[in-house]
Nanobody, 121 residues
Framework: QVQLVESGGGLVQPGGSLRLSCTPS????????MAWYRQAPGKQRELVAA???????NYADFVKGRFTISSDNGLNTVYLQMNSLKPEDTAVYYC???????????????WGQGTQVTVSS
């Protein structure tokens, strides 16, 4: 079974920066796209940023100009560089990846375990 391992969360002051990492592992054919979502207490999970295997990216309006999604060696590891952090960015951040699995015709989404980001002075 495939797995996504996240790291990089923590406590940071407003205006500070953090970088999240997500690494896929397991038996899969390919990764079509990866994305970062976040969920604050009492709120719905929302898309933050996404990147495709071809390198295309898109961002939620509330992070444009502040966050950057990128990858090393294709989609082996995906990063979310978060700058100019605000208290409202406080949430659990989840990595998501769309995998093509050997022997299966359809692709499937898998989720990381989540990492806490807290922005507070």
């Amino acid at each position: 079974q495939v797995q996504l391992v996240e790291s990089g969360g923590g406590l940071v002051q407003p205006g500070g920066s953090l970088r999240l990492s997500c690494t896929p592992s397991g038996n899969y054919r390919s990764v079509n796209a990866m994305a970062w979502y976040r969920q604050a207490p009492g709120k719905q999970r929302e898309l933050v940023a996404a990147i495709t295997s071809g390198g295309s990216t898109n961002y939620a309006d509330f992070v444009k100009g502040r966050f950057t999604i990128s990858s090393d060696n294709g989609l082996n590891t995906v990063y979310l560089q978060m700058n100019s952090l605000k208290p409202e960015d406080t949430a659990v951040y989840y990595c998501n990846a769309n995998f093509r699995i050997w022997g299966l015709r359809q692709s499937y989404d898998y989720w990381g375990q989540g990492t806490q980001v807290t922005v507070s002075s």
